[in-house]
């Protein structure tokens, strides 16, 4: 009974050896036909850096974020519902906060003036860029005015009916600056000279004017737009509308013979900052240097874009990037007038650039690694091969060599 039990488990193992010698894809050398050497082993011990590194570059790859980017038209529906937000940040380095006026207009007719008293922050700055502090007694005076006016607008107290000069029907009141300018503008007079008008007066002060300080202007901020072509510029002189024109009173300027708009620009963009937005006017700096006055343009096209974010920041960002291109027109004041100033025009893109930040799946990365393991084995076995087979034909030469 033993030896037929352990006839059936030789028999059984012998199957079994069968079985695995038929389905086996990896045939085995025996160790009695293997050979060891140290060409093997410094070979095998290069290959295993080399998948060392190349694990590690691939488990970079997977951590790495990359961006794609593609073209395609533009789904936005432009209109009064649509804005773009414009970021603005430069220096007008000889012309005065209260010479000038940042005003906007687009294709619709939307017209905002002065956008620098509201949402454009102006800072004064003397001829090497630095900001000048505000005196305490200034300060002190701005307090007390604004004070004064807030009690005013509490109480609903006025001041005696201002004289409109002509331009209104009698028992209108024209209180303010603003007041004058709109009566001219119904009847449809030119304006007279604002600095004889009582309620102008405070509005013009004649050394700012003349800028004998030579001081520069700083404005930095933000103000939206329709999503339309339009511009917006920086011009001396209050700006208004009259019969549908824009205008600039240049009346406080009389006797002034130089329009220095020199400026820096240290960042301009439209919306939202994205990763890897390229801003053309960034740091771009102009120097008027023959002419008394000039008008610089900058057409800008605007591209819409869209950044997606990947992973834990996901999100969209509707956000535009632009291309430019500037011209400069100097003339003289005295013998040719015109409207000297910094226009910046733009019109909009139908297109729409969408950028994508992608990265590597973890299945392809599997891959990527298996195929590492894969092909550096191989090569490396190849290598020890040829190797050991050109170490072995030339021993063989040598013993022959001896034996002759």
Known sequence: DAFDAATREEGAMRRDDAFRDRFDLFPKISDDFARRTATGGA??????????????????????TTTAYDLRVDDGVAGATKKIVINVDLTLRAMHCAQVSLDAMDETGETRLDVSRSEVRTTRVDARGRAIAMTSERTAVNAKTEAGEREREATGVRSACGDCYGAAEAGTCCDDCDSVREAYRVKGWALPDLRRVTQCA???????MRNEHKEGCHFSGHFEVNKVAGNFHIAPGKSYNNLGQHVHDLSPFAGVESFNFSHIIHKLSFGEEFPGVVNPLDGVTRTMDDANAGVYQYRLSVVPARYKYLGFRARV????????????RGFDVTKNPGLPGLFFFYDLSPLRVEYEERRIGFFQYLSNVAAIIGGV???VNIVDGLVYRGQRALREKVDLGKQG
């Open 317 to 328: 960002v509707e956000s535009n990037d632009y291309s430019v291109t500037d011209h400069f």
């Open 377 to 379: 084995s191989a090569v």
């Open 43 to 64: 070979i095998a011990t290069i290959g295993l850096a080399l998948m060392v590194i190349l694990f590690l570059q691939q488990t970079a790859e997977l951590m790495r």
């Open 202 to 208: 405070k509005e013009y002060d004649v050394v700012a």
